[in-house]
Nanobody, 126 residues
Framework: QVQLVESGGGLVQAGGSLRPSCAAS????????MGWFRQAPGKEREFVAA????????SYADSVKGRFTITRDNAKNTVFLQMNSLKPEDTAVYYC???????????????????WGQGTQVTVSS
């Protein structure tokens, strides 16, 4: 089992920045690719960003490319999502997830992930 705990969400004005983090425990962190997803009220969960085990490969949804950056600190078992130039449409619960079947990849589908955190709320006001 892998336990994932997100933190660092909050309320910010449009154009601002936030940096949620996700702390992992329970298994060897580098066995997993990591991803961030989000879910807004009334909408399906959608892919945001993913990073492979080493941090050498990343993938982003088109809607966040150039504004968000995913990184990981393997020494601290933590993955981060730097979110800049935030827009009201970025408002959602943000979830981190761990994928153990292909840690060299950057999975974009929710079904490729094995473990999920409880989520952290990000609210962007206009």
């Amino acid at each position: 089992q892998v336990q994932l705990v997100e933190s660092g969400g909050g309320l910010v004005q449009a154009g601002g920045s936030l940096r949620p983090s996700c702390a992992a425990s329970g298994r060897t962190f580098t066995n997993y690719a990591m991803g961030w997803f989000r879910q807004a009220p009334g909408k399906e969960r959608e892919f945001v960003a993913a990073i492979n085990w080493s941090g050498g490969s990343t993938s982003y949804a088109d809607s966040v490319k150039g504004r968000f950056t995913i990184t990981r600190d393997n020494a601290k078992n933590t993955v981060f999502l730097q979110m800049n130039s935030l827009k009201p449409e970025d408002t959602a619960v943000y979830y981190c997830a761990a994928a153990g079947r292909a840690n060299w990849a950057t999975p974009r589908l929710a079904r490729e992930y094995d473990y999920w955190g409880q989520g952290t709320q990000v609210t962007v006001s206009s």
